[in-house]
């Protein structure tokens, strides 16, 4: 199923920068709002974080949320 985003509201998008940033994490977490993805890495590499930034912007974007981790 391919979500329509409101193009309009989704050029703003929140990625938290209260720890450094990851180049690959904001790729894939954009990449994810945007397209249907499935996220596989090492432990330690922001899996959870990634969830959290989606899980954030799917709610302030009114987008539905279908997330499995």
């Known amino acids: 199923m391919k979500l329509q985003p409101d193009l ?3 050029q703003r ?3 938290p920068l209260n720890r450094p940033k ?3 994490q904001f790729n894939i977490s954009r990449n994810c709002l945007f397209d ?3 996220v596989a890495l090492p432990t330690g590499l922001g ?3 990634i969830a959290g930034v989606v899980m ?3 709610e302030l974007l009114s987008l539905p949320r ?3 981790l």
């Open 8 to 10: 309009l509201a989704a």
């Open 13 to 15: 998008w929140i990625f």
């Open 22 to 24: 990851r180049d690959y």
């Open 36 to 38: 249907n993805a499935l």
């Open 47 to 49: 899996k959870t974080f």
């Open 56 to 58: 954030l912007n799917c």
């Open 66 to 68: 279908i997330l499995t």
